[in-house]
Every structure is written in C-alpha cells, then in structure tokens.
C-alpha cells in the first residue's frame, strides 16, 4: 500500500530547508526606471560547484492528480530554479537527505507568480506542471561531469490534494 503525500500551499519558511522561493512578497526593495519598476532584489541563492550558470527552456507535458511518486532526483554540483512563463500553478516535490537517501517527501503547490530554487544537493521531483502550456525559464549549471542523481522509490508516493 502507497503512502500518500498531501499537496501544501508554498510558503517561503516552509520551503526554506530545500531552496528559494522567488517571488514579489511583501515591497520592493528599490524603484527603479524613473519609480515605475519595483525591484525584488536577490530572491534566490544560486550555487554552482564548477562550469557556469545557463538558462535554458523547458516545456513539460501537464500532470494530473492523484500524482504517482515513483522518482526523485537531485543535482550535487548545483542549484536549480525553475521560473514559470504562465501565471499557473506548479507542483513542487521536495525531500529532506536521510544519510545519502532521500527520507519523506513533501509536496507544494505555487501560487501565480510563484517560482522556486532548489538549492545544490536537494532531493526532489521532476517538474510537474498541472497546466499547459508547462514552459518555464530555468537557471541552472551548465559544465562536464554527472549533476544527476536518482532515487527510485521501492514503494511509490500518491501525492494528492488534502
């Protein structure tokens, strides 16, 4: 019997163990372009062991729920953000290390607007659009050598709404 997993709002203190939330909470730091640009300053932690930061393009089929949680993966030479290009919500899956192993996953959901960073070394789900059209801008670590890892759950997840 699969445990199931229930999808939380994101929130940036429940997610701060795993990564960033990038969002514009709260006032801008600084107005800039003559007052009519308000800047969110520095919202994620980006982290690359070697090689160099790239942005690329992805465009991910949309998931329904109940979500089947068979895989986790994570990335040890760096960090990952995910930027949404629509104002829909993504499921974001996330699990603490356990000695090497990821332990209990976690399950959230953004907001519009929302868009997150896993830091380097964080275990968690593949990207997971529950909407078309799935295409995100993502900033992560571009240079030789493996950055992936995986985890293949003996017992999967049902991840759901509660």
């Known amino acids: 019997m699969s445990a199931t997993i229930r999808i939380m709002p994101l929130t940036a203190a429940a997610f701060a163990p795993f990564g960033d939330v990038i969002e514009t909470a709260g006032e801008p730091d600084k107005m800039i372009n003559q007052g009519l640009c308000g800047r969110y300053h520095d919202r ?13 393009l992805f465009k991910a089929e949309p998931r329904a729920l109940p979500l089947k949680l068979d895989l986790v993966e994570r990335h040890p030479e760096g960090s990952q953000a995910f930027i949404p290009m629509s104002l829909d919500p993504f499921l ?20 519009p607007g929302q868009a997150i960073n896993f830091h380097r070394g964080t275990w968690h789900g593949v990207l997971t659009p529950l909407h078309e059209p799935g295409l995100f801008a993502v ?24």
């Open 44 to 56: 994620a932690r980006l982290d690359f062991g070697s090689g160099r930061a790239g942005v690329s």
């Open 92 to 111: 974001v899956i996330v699990a603490p290390d356990d000695g090497g192993l990821p332990g209990v996953p976690l399950a959230f959901e953004t907001e």
């Open 139 to 162: 900033i992560d670590r571009i240079g030789e050598g493996d950055n992936l890892e995986e985890f293949w759950f003996d017992d999967p997840y049902v991840v759901e709404r509660g």
